[in-house]
């Protein structure tokens, strides 16, 4: 497929047009940012990985019964997807208390939740993406009542399929984001990306972080808990 002008370029990804304007072309990047955008660098090869651990996860997904925006990867960096209007809602699944859930509510990190907490983000960069409720949400007309049941329930079965997935890695999945999109029918498909970006993944046996809070909280070895995952995920 060929790659024509840049429509999109966000922190860790670009987006391309292609021949087909129902397709578009994913670039991932190595620039890395937290913390609302104040923390910036690189990872090196982070962009390979996170796009092979993506389609590897969105066709595990597709072969579970969830519809994702995957189409094809072309190479190391470069993926085919479905083009999508993205909903403009992070939706954010967990298993164990961590990261803002744990400083929002003041209680420590690891407590294993009985049932999965499901929550939303406004998708917006001047408000800092704000937690936002399903009332929130159709009253501003993000998403409608039934895509909002869709979504959770497609959501809900992604973290059904990866938990137990990555637990045969010997990788307990503490938490995710995940980002759904409408096609041009308006049917709604798993779009963005799942990588230690936006995940959190925690070692079975040693509970050693392996996914980008090395590199939000300073932690080091950054480069070397994503080849940990990606060597997990593929073999060495
Ligand atoms: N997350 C993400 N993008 C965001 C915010 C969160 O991918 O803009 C992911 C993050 O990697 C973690 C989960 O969503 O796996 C929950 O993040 P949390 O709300 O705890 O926020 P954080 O502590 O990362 O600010």
Same mark, same amino acid.
């Given at each position: ?17 292609t ?12 620039d &890395?940012? *937290? =913390?609302?955008?104040?923390? %910036?660098?690189?990872? @090196?090869?982070?962009? #390979? ?14 072969k579970?019964?969830?519809p ?33 859930f ?31 409720n399903?009332?929130h &949400?159709? *009253? =501003?007309?993000l998403?409608? %009542?039934?895509?909002? @049941?869709?979504?959770? #329930?497609?959501a809900?079965k992604?973290?059904e ?5 990555f637990?045969?890695?010997?990788v307990?999945l ?20 799942i ?7 925690w ?12 590199f ?21």
């Amino acid at each position: 497929m060929e790659k024509r002008e840049q429509l999109y370029e966000g922190k860790a990804k670009k987006v391309y047009a292609t021949s087909d304007p129902d397709k578009v072309i994913v670039s991932y990047k190595d620039d &890395a940012t *937290a =913390l609302d955008g104040l923390k %910036k660098g690189t990872v @090196a090869g982070k962009g #390979a990985i996170n796009n092979r651990m993506t389609n590897f996860l969105m066709r595990l997904l597709e072969k579970n019964g969830v519809p994702t925006h995957f189409v094809e990867e072309l190479n190391d960096r470069e993926t085919v997807v479905k083009k999508v209007s993205i909903v403009p809602l992070e939706v954010i699944i967990r298993n164990v208390s961590a990261g803002s859930f744990a400083k929002r509510y003041g209680v420590e990190e690891g407590i294993v939740f009985d049932e999965p907490t499901f929550e939303f983000s406004y998708k917006n960069d001047d408000l800092h993406d704000p937690l936002i409720n399903d009332t929130h &949400a159709l *009253a =501003l007309k993000l998403a409608t %009542k039934e895509e909002l @049941a869709t979504i959770r #329930a497609m959501a809900l079965k992604v973290n059904e399929v990866l938990k137990a997935y990555f637990l045969t890695l010997g990788v307990r999945l503490i938490d995710f984001k995940l980002e759904f999109g409408r096609l041009s029918d308006g049917t709604l498909v798993l779009a963005d990306e799942i990588s230690p970006d936006t995940c959190r993944f925690w070692d079975a046996k040693t509970g050693e972080k392996l996914d980008k809070d090395r590199f939000r909280r300073d932690m080091g070895g950054v480069e070397e808990a994503y080849k940990e995952m990606m060597s997990r995920v593929f073999g060495k």
